[in-house]
């Protein structure tokens, strides 16, 4: 498209000043000449804005004038119109568009310009193209729209698919819950004849049947996978048959323990009856179903009316030992039965039935079989903490002990702490409660002493034998020797110092030899004091009589040849265990030894002899300075073959270095440690050592070892030891009498 425009001569002076103006501010360039005279375009270039760098802020003039200079201006096409006319010039106007003039360099004339014209064919094949470029863009524009609305029509086909589906499924859920709870209700009935029943008396013996029906249709109303999510068989079965379970226990309070363990194993039989058929398990139950459901009637019924009863106020841990006993066997037993291998049977649904249960908070996911239940919420938290209870308050009174023939009641301890002995092996039971039985038994010993005084004797020590024998093998020998040694055996030294040794056997009264023999017998007397008790109260007593006798002019040596064999027949072969160590004394051989010396010098008629073989009087030796006696002996044995051992092991190093690397506790690694010394020290005491194990196995971060039983730390070369609840540093004499305590 061209248009033609006149204008006067006198305008081309100024429209040729203006070109020039125009010239200057393009750089030099003349676009109109460039173009052959055709104007390129009325828009900016993109040359023209990146040379005169418009398209920066703050770019181009510094000054208001400047800028105003330098703005471009647009007009419309009327104004270039006018324009032309003005200058009388003919104006044509390339409507191509910006880019054909782009595209060529601004000092080469424009493409396809003949004669200053562009030819009309260029023109109009330029409008087509832009035309059918346009067209062809809506169509795709078209065409995009209408493929993207199929595919959300497809969607939206497919969303109601899964919406009707959806529906369909939830129509499904509410006619199986309008199923389910038809059930519900029919079961509810039927817990209310059960009550109905029980109101007034009377029987209905069908609830089982009827129970196991419900159960079953209501099974039919849910898939495997639904079971599963429910916990049907470990909490929906059991939480119905409730009431029939407590109705079965109804009697629970008047049986005995026999009659208990009948009455739970009925009650979980409602647990297989109620998921199986005559013909064995249900089409949709297998053996772990019917055992979660068992497990779970066991857990959330028996065990706590099993705790309920050794909580009450009618079981007496003292009283009522072997009905404590026999009922928490029966439960044993019946837990047995319900999970015999539930470590190879149980899943993860499972131990839900442990972890919810109302007493489960103390129990973990490794408590897996039904004994251990009963072991921690039983015998742990019920009779473990009424028996410690008990012990705590226990004060020996009247009541312990029968006045006149000393013989215990079923106060002593041993008659209601021992019978449950073998049930404390768990948790730390026994290792917990032994410190409080030891004080009890002191104070036990100390009233039994103050009760039988002066004149019954006989009737303390038997007394002492029946309290303490038992507890031989539970209590450390250390200890039980340390409670004889200062309660027991002073008096029995003053008992038998009394001893009166007869000159003919036949006349002789044993008793006192016989009491020495058993408590020895017993295990209760250590073999230093018995040897301290035979030789300084009995052994020296007979000596004095031999010798006196044999100084006398009317001594018998027949008679005293026999005393002398009786008195060796009965000490060396009186009592097995008590011979065995009179036999293997060197002090008791020796004494008999100068027996014969003086019946010799007496044979011999050597007076003087017999005068140096005066043995020390009765009131000059007892067993106290004996036992001192021996005890020195035995410590001074001890240190020199300790010394020798020392000795042996350096000479060890010395000469065969490698060969003797694992003698000593020391050896590898250098000087000994501090522990090393408490060791060697509680070895030489005969005290176990050994680390604390478990979770209070550490104190501000160092070990805790058991040194006998009573808790040490060490700390830069000091032994701490808990006393009470604090801990205080000690010495090791002190550490030692703490542990004999």
């Given amino acids: 498209m061209s248009v033609s425009v006149s204008a006067g001569i006198d305008l081309k002076k100024q429209e040729e000043e203006n070109r020039k103006r125009k010239l200057e ?150 006619s199986k819950l309008e199923r389910v709870l038809n059930v519900f209700d029919r079961m509810e009935r039927l817990h209310r004849e059960l009550l109905d029943a029980d109101a007034t008396n009377g029987t209905f013996s069908e609830s089982p049947e009827q129970a196991n029906d419900l159960i079953s249709e209501l099974g039919d109303n849910f898939t495997e996978e639904e079971k599963t999510a429910l916990q049907f068989y470990s909490e929906m079965v059991p939480s119905l048959l409730e009431p029939i379970v407590q109705r079965q226990l109804k009697q629970w309070e008047t049986f005995g323990a026999n009659e208990k363990e009948r009455l739970m194993m009925s009650a979980i039989s409602l647990g297989s009856s109620t998921v199986m058929n005559s013909n064995g398990f249900l089409s949709s139950v297998n053996a772990d179903q019917a055992a979660a459901t068992k497990r779970s009637l066991f857990v959330k019924y028996i065990l706590p009316r099993v705790k309920r009863d050794m909580m009450s106020s009618q079981w007496d841990p003292i009283e009522n030992v072997e009905s404590g006993i026999e009922l928490y066997d029966a439960t044993l037993r019946v837990a047995k039965n319900v999970s015999i291998s539930w470590g190879n049977d149980i899943d993860e649904n ?22 251990s239940v009963v072991r921690n919420e039983v015998m742990y938290d019920v009779i473990f903490a009424r ?72 009737v303390f020590f038997e007394c002492c034998i029946n309290a303490l024998s038992p507890w031989r093998g539970v209590i450390d020998n ?26 003919l056997v036949s006349d002789q009264n044993w008793e ?35 010798h006196e006798w044999l100084l006398s002019r009317d001594r018998n040596l027949l008679h005293v040849s026999e005393l002398y064999a009786g008195w060796k027949s009965k000490l060396f072969r009186g009592a097995p265990k008590s011979s065995s160590v009179i036999s293997s004394d060197l002090m008791i051989c020796r004494h008999f030894c100068a027996i014969l010396s003086m019946i010799s010098a007496s044979s011999k008629m050597d007076n003087d002899a017999l005068e140096d073989l005066m043995p020390p009087k009765s009131a000059e030796i007892n067993y ?73 196995a550490l104190k501000d971060g160092k070990q805790i070892f058991l040194f006998g039983s009573v808790p040490v730390y060490f700390d830069k070369s000091v032994v701490f030891a808990l006393r009470g609840s604090l801990w205080f540093p000690t010495s090791f004499e002190d550490l030692v009498l703490a542990v004999n305590a």
């Fill in 350 to 371: 499972d131990e839900d039935i442990l972890l919810e249960s109302p007493f489960g908070s103390n129990l973990s996911v490794e408590t897996k079989d039904l004994e």
């Fill in 478 to 503: 250390r200890t039980l020797h340390g409670l004889v040694s200062d309660i027991i055996t002073p008096r029995l030294g003053s008992y038998l110092s009394q001893i009166d040794v007869k000159r």
């Fill in 624 to 696: 106290h300075s004996v036992l001192a006696r021996r005890t020195k002996e035995n410590r001074l044995r001890e240190e020199t073959e300790m010394r020798a051992k020392v000795a042996t092991e350096k000479f060890d190093l010395q000469d065969h270095p490698v060969a003797g690397a694992g003698v000593s506790v020391h050896r590898g690694r250098g000087t000994a440690t501090f522990r090393d010394v408490v060791e060697d020290f509680s070895r030489q005491n005969d005290i176990p050592f050994a680390p604390r194990m478990g979770a209070n």
């Fill in 25 to 174: 501010e393009d750089g030099g360039v003349d676009l109109s000449v460039a173009a052959g005279g055709v104007t390129v375009s009325l828009l900016p270039s993109t040359q023209s804005l990146l040379s005169e760098g418009g398209w920066r802020k703050g770019a181009g003039a510094k000054t208001k004038d400047e800028r105003q200079r330098k703005t471009r201006k647009f007009v419309s096409y009327e104004d270039v119109v006018k324009r032309e006319e003005r200058i009388g010039k003919e104006k044509i106007i390339d409507m191509r568009g910006p880019s054909i003039s782009a595209s060529a360099p601004s000092t080469v004339v424009g493409p396809n310009i003949v004669d200053g014209k562009v030819p009309l064919g260029e023109e109009l094949l330029h409008n087509l193209t832009l035309l059918l470029n346009t067209y062809e863009e809506q169509v795709r524009t078209a065409s995009y729209y209408v493929v993207s609305n199929q595919k959300k029509v497809e969607s939206l086909k497919s969303e109601m698919g899964e919406t009707e589906r959806t529906l369909s499924g939830v129509q499904g859920r509410i």
């Fill in 512 to 546: 006192d030899v016989n009491l020495l023999f058993r408590i020895q017998s017993s295990g209760i007397l250590s073999n230093i004091e018995f040897l301290s008790l035979l030789e300084g109260e009995i052994i020296c007593s007979w000596s004095c009589t031999m």
């Fill in 387 to 458: 028996l410690s209870r008990s012990l705590a308050l226990f004060k020996p009174s009247s009541s312990l002990v029968d006045a006149n023939t000393g013989k215990l009641h079923n106060t002593a301890l041993h008659l209601w702490i021992l019978p449950w002995l073998p049930y404390l092996d768990y948790n730390s039971m026994l290792p917990t409660i032994l410190p409080d039985i030891r004080r009890k038994l002191r104070s036990m010993l100390a009233f039994i002493s103050r009760s039988f005084g002066l004149g019954k004797d006989m």
